[in-house]
């Protein structure tokens, strides 16, 4: 027999890349291949890649310039560029470095096996199509063994909205949803494997519109119903939504289901009606306000999140003092906020830039305040009862890490506990980024 070969898998970007890198993994196993955590062990290296800001684009070039030293001491090694630079950039990610063997987009790893091959004869290979073809069907069965408690399952993918500023409608295609029956064998399969929280991706999940076993379109509330009958299952969450697809159902289902945790991601990107409007983002900040105070009202322990861009194209200074009133409005207990990155074939991309100073001013500036949320949200939970599931052990003796139904991470000091258990605590301390916790006797 000869000797395993060895796959090495680097991943940028979003959750939906985490779980795409794992689908690639094990599409290749078949041809031989286990994961090595050592770049230089590597027969092949995949780097699965993000385009959504120039920054993340660039270091995979610089990535790829330190990787092709690799081939020096081992020339039989193959280097693959997967995920968004892929499908936005395909060949040319080649010509501008030619020690990349293969180029597969996000709508096409499937076909990873059929690749491979054709690299081992020497060739290279590109595929960025969109096929028909559905690419979790052709990747149907999944390797048994232990899981890690927490997993992620993506239910819909691509999008249909063309905010101005973002990419993902061109590298991950149209909006399409899984069939329900697929969702639920592939959440019992994650369970039997250990698995107690599911956390349901899609670029705009709550869009989720898959054909039910009735052959009815469903919608994300009904498939969350249907997850929440699973027995061992114990959390579900979602991400990422838009605003204007949170509908009455799911509103109600947070208030009602009880394996749906109490947290939100709810991306909002400017507090400016004028500046929403360039963005073509169909909402206003008044309309998201409303969102809001209805998502409390059925669940008033939830914890929002969000997203926020500074320095859009005329972006005025009023028009970002409307954001951060929008986030005092709104109490993030957590927000990631980005300065504006010009994408090409996008439309703001034609427009005039604000002053870069201006910009990373106002980034600092969102950032403190998005921090002051962030602690007084952290704050208000010193004292409160909540669960956490531990997902492993800590570096003092005795202390288990896990997150709490909040999403917080979350500290608990001398626990017993097991990985995979979900354990009652109480809240003793709010850290930088963390909580800590004593387990409730
Ligand atoms: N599908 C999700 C996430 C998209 S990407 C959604 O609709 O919310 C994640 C975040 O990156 C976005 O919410 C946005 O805040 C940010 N982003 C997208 N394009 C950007 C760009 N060109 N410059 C800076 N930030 C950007
Ligand atoms: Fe991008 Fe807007 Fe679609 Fe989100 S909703 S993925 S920001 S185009
Ligand atoms: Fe990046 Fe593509 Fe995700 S651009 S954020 S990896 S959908």
């Not at 091959?117 to 999944?142: S, V």
Request: hydrophobic share 40%; with cysteine.
């Amino acid at each position: 027999m000869t000797a395993p070969k060895k796959l090495f898998v680097k991943t940028y970007g979003c959750q939906m890349n985490v779980y795409d890198s794992e689908r690639m993994a094990e599409a290749l196993a078949p041809q031989g291949y286990e994961q090595t955590e050592v770049a230089a062990e590597a027969d092949m290296i995949l780097l699965n890649t993000c385009h959504i800001r120039e920054k993340a684009a660039e270091k995979v070039y610089s990535e790829l310039g330190r990787l092709k030293a690799l081939k020096v001491d081992k020339p039989d090694l193959k280097i693959g560029v997967a995920g968004c630079v892929a499908q936005a950039e395909g060949e040319e990610i080649m010509r501008r470095q030619p020690a990349v063997d293969l180029v597969v987009g996000p709508q096409s790893y499937h076909r990873l096996p059929q690749m491979e091959a054709k690299l081992r004869d020497g060739r290279k290979a590109l595929d960025t199509d969109f096929p028909a073809e559905d690419k979790f069907d052709t990747l149907r069965t999944r390797p048994k063994g232990r899981r890690a408690p927490a997993a992620f399952l993506t239910v819909q993918e691509g999008c249909d909205k063309f905010c101005a500023f973002c990419v993902v409608p061109y590298t991950r295609g149209a909006e399409t949803s899984r069939p329900v029956s697929r969702i639920l064998e592939e959440a019992r399969d994650l369970v039997d494997r250990g698995v107690r929280e599911i956390t349901l991706l899609g670029q705009n999940v709550n869009a989720y519109h898959g054909t039910g076993p009735d052959g009815r379109e469903w919608s994300l509330a009904q498939l969350i119903w249907a997850l929440n009958e699973i027995d061992g299952l114990a959390r579900i969450r979602f991400t990422t939504s838009h605003p204007n697809d949170m509908s009455d159902d799911l509103i109600e289902a947070h208030g009602s289901c009880k394996k749906l945790m109490p947290y939100l991601h709810l991306p909002v990107q400017s507090g400016s009606d004028r500046i929403l409007k360039r963005m073509n983002r169909s909402h206003t900040a008044e309309s998201y306000l409303r969102l809001i105070e209805r998502i409390r009202a059925a669940r008033p322990d939830i914890v929002l999140s969000g997203d926020f861009i500074v320095g859009f194209p005329e972006e005025t200074e009023a028009d970002f003092q409307a954001t951060l009133d929008l986030i005092d409005a709104v109490g993030y207990g957590y927000a990631y906020s980005f300065k504006y990155s010009t994408r090409p074939g996008t439309p703001a991309a034609e427009r005039a830039l604000v002053d870069p100073a201006v910009a990373d001013e106002r980034l600092q500036r969102i950032q403190a305040l998005i921090t002051r949320h962030q602690t007084a949200v952290q704050e208000a939970m010193v004292g409160r009862e909540v669960n956490v599931l531990v997902e492993k052990p800590g570096r003092a003796p005795g202390q288990m890490l896990g997150k709490s139904d909040h999403l917080h991470a979350v500290h608990i000091e001398q626990s017993s506990a097991q990985v995979g258990d979900l354990v009652p605590v109480r809240i003793t301390q709010s850290k930088r980024n963390s909580l800590a916790a004593v387990t409730i006797r």
